[in-house]
């Protein structure tokens, strides 16, 4: 399983440790240590899940989740919060904004990464699955390797990686920046055209034997996997 995840949390010790174990499961992290970054960001990455810390040094970790639940494009990434309020009043104000699990510190470290992943499975099947369908299209990440109307298409890496993430949301428009981000990271510099040749690549590589184009140019936006 390989997911993007955002954590939200001002104790960098915490968020080093969380980022270790996390990217040692093989996910993608980006973090945020106050709440106004965090909105920012977490709306152009558009991650998986969050990780979202109550107490924030500028609006509470409460306000972040009603932010984001408000919003169409975002309601639906699952966020787990964690706080060290323990108490049951507080756990259900938590539960009220929105957030889908709760973690009270101190917490197990394996626990937490066992809560992300059950999440992760239930909340976004496309993310947590080994083998994701769209259309006539499969991706197999196990093998890595991808399937056009049960026929082998032959991709490179990072065309591979760009199909891996365009499946997780069909119809969704990724930005150019969105996909460089996602799939190259951000300590990569890549000039943000290079994503057309790798569009081309892929589309060259799946629309085999006149099949019907599944990767949507939208002008002045981005790209989709839409049919």
């Not at 990686?161 to 990569?188: A, H, M, T």
């Not at 081309?200 to 939208?218: E, F, M, P, Q, Y």
Request: aromatic share 6%.
């Amino acid at each position: 399983m390989r997911a993007n995840l955002f954590i939200v949390e001002d104790e960098m010790p915490i968020v080093t440790l969380l980022k270790y174990n996390l990217e040692k499961e093989g996910h993608k992290v980006d973090y945020a240590v106050n709440g106004e970054d965090a909105i920012r960001n977490i709306k152009e990455k558009n991650p998986d899940l969050i990780l979202l810390d109550w107490m924030l040094p500028d609006i509470s970790g409460v306000e972040v989740c009603k932010n984001l639940k408000r919003s169409n494009l975002h309601k639906n990434i699952p966020i787990i919060m964690l706080t060290a309020k323990g108490e049951e009043e507080d756990k259900l104000k938590g539960f009220e904004t929105g957030a889908d699990d709760y973690v009270t510190k101190p917490f197990s470290q394996k626990e937490l990464i066992a809560r992300v992943n059950a999440l992760l499975k239930r909340s976004k099947p496309s993310v947590a699955a080994d083998v994701v369908v769209f259309e006539d299209l499969k991706v197999d990440r196990v093998q890595r390797r991808v399937y056009r109307a049960d026929k082998q298409v032959i991709v490179g890496p990072t065309e591979f990686k760009l199909i891996d993430f365009l499946i997780k949301n069909p119809k969704r428009v990724y930005s150019r920046e969105q996909l460089l981000n996602s799939v190259w990271g951000d300590d990569i510099y890549v000039e943000s055209r290079t994503i057309d040749v790798h569009i081309r690549r892929l589309r060259k590589a799946i629309n085999i034997d006149g099949k019907k184009d599944l990767i949507r140019t939208v002008r002045s936006a981005g790209y989709s996997l839409d049919a």
